[in-house]
C-alpha cells in the first residue's frame, strides 16, 4: 500500500515562501509520474504542477514563475518551493502519484496553506 504524507504547510504573507514536502512509501522514481494539486474553499481541485519521471515538469499558468516542483530520490519525497505567495494561492494541497494509468491513483491527506494579504 502506497503512502504519501505531505508537510510544510501554514500560514504566511503576501510575498513569502514555503516549501511543501511528500513523503512517499517508496522510492519516488518508482512512480510514472507525481504532482501537486490544491482545492480552496468552495472550488474544485486544481492541478498545480506535475514532474514525471525523467520528464519534463509542467506547471498550471497561476502558478509558472513562481513555483517549483522537484524529487529527492534518495529521500522518498516530493517538494513544491512556493515563492511570491498571493492570498489566491490559500488552498488544501495535495500531493498524487500514479504508475502507467493516467489517473493519478495515490494521495495525501493534505496541508493546508493560507496566504495573508
Given at each position: 500500500?502506497?503512502?504519501?504524507?505531505?508537510?510544510?504547510?501554514?500560514?504566511?504573507q503576501?510575498?513569502?515562501?514555503?516549501?511543501?514536502?511528500?513523503?512517499?512509501?517508496?522510492?519516488?522514481?518508482?512512480?510514472?509520474?507525481?504532482?501537486?494539486?490544491?482545492?480552496a474553499?468552495?472550488?474544485?481541485?486544481?492541478?498545480?504542477?506535475?514532474?514525471?519521471?525523467?520528464?519534463?515538469?509542467?506547471?498550471?499558468?497561476?502558478?509558472?514563475?513562481?513555483?517549483?516542483?522537484?524529487?529527492?530520490?534518495?529521500?522518498?519525497?516530493?517538494?513544491?518551493?512556493?515563492?511570491?505567495?498571493?492570498?489566491?494561492?490559500?488552498?488544501?494541497?495535495?500531493?498524487?502519484?500514479?504508475?502507467?494509468?493516467?489517473?493519478?491513483?495515490?494521495?495525501?491527506?493534505?496541508?493546508?496553506?493560507?496566504?495573508?494579504?
Amino acid at each position: 500500500q502506497v503512502q504519501l504524507v505531505e508537510s510544510g504547510g501554514g500560514l504566511v504573507q503576501a510575498g513569502g515562501s514555503l516549501r511543501l514536502s511528500c513523503a512517499a512509501s517508496r522510492n519516488v522514481f518508482s512512480f510514472n509520474a507525481m504532482a501537486w494539486y490544491r482545492q480552496a474553499p468552495g472550488k474544485e481541485r486544481e492541478w498545480v504542477a506535475s514532474i514525471p519521471s525523467g520528464g519534463i515538469t509542467s506547471y498550471a499558468d497561476s502558478v509558472k514563475g513562481r513555483f517549483t516542483i522537484s524529487t529527492d530520490n534518495a529521500k522518498n519525497t516530493l517538494y513544491l518551493q512556493m515563492n511570491s505567495l498571493k492570498p489566491e494561492d490559500t488552498a488544501m494541497y495535495y500531493c498524487a502519484a500514479r504508475g502507467p494509468e493516467l489517473r493519478y491513483k495515490y494521495w495525501g491527506q493534505g496541508t493546508q496553506v493560507t496566504v495573508s494579504s
